[in-house]
């Protein structure tokens, strides 16, 4: 082997996923987290090791979501300027959580794919109540909680800069 040859190396991508509650995300989450040289970091994993005595509203929710993402962020610059590929669980429901996700693209140079699970609110509703009985989830959302939550939720636009995916 010549070791005078330089390597190409591939550029690793910043995985996103933006779907309502009950989406698919997760689903999706696996699948592409099962790519070679990919890891997957998942909001629901973190905060239920270490807020999930805390997080009984909503509120609460925000409110450790956003210590994880201050957390989180450099933590993600240095694995994307290693080379590998993170599938990003957390919702890329927001602009605002969006424009985070697009400072850790920017800061490390990473590959981006926004990950958009267009489904309807019934199916949503319907996977949810199924999800929620059966217990497997860290968190319950109720219909109300989904309502709520999904107020906030804003498609993402190709104005934001991202390569997006759209699955329907």
């Given at each position: 082997m010549n070791t005078d040859t330089p390597v190409k190396a591939v550029k690793p991508t910043l995985h996103?996923?933006?779907g309502k509650i009950a989406s698919g995300?997760?689903?999706l989450t696996a699948r592409l987290g099962?790519?070679?040289?990919?890891?997957i970091i998942s909001e629901d994993t973190w905060l239920a090791a270490l807020y999930k005595d805390e997080i009984q509203s909503v509120a609460a929710y925000v409110q450790c979501a956003a210590k994880l993402k201050n957390a989180m962020k450099p933590h993600l610059i240095s694995l994307?300027?290693?080379?590998?590929?993170?599938?990003?669980?957390?919702p890329a429901n927001t602009r605002a959580n969006r424009e985070w996700m697009m400072d850790i693209?920017?800061?490390s140079g990473?590959?981006?794919?926004?990950?958009?699970?267009n489904v309807s609110d019934d199916i949503c509703k319907a996977r949810l109540?199924?999800?929620?009985?059966?217990?497997?989830?860290?968190?319950?959302?109720?219909?109300?909680e989904f309502e709520m939550i999904t107020r906030y939720f804003t498609a993402p636009s190709a104005d934001e800069g991202f390569t997006i995916i759209e699955y329907s």
């Open positions: 996103l996923l933006c995300k997760s689903t099962a790519s070679p040289g990919t890891i994307l300027n290693a080379g590998v590929s993170v599938v990003l669980d957390f693209i920017t800061a990473a590959n981006n794919c926004l990950h958009y699970l109540r199924a999800r929620n009985a059966e217990g497997a989830h860290d968190f319950a959302a109720t219909d109300e």
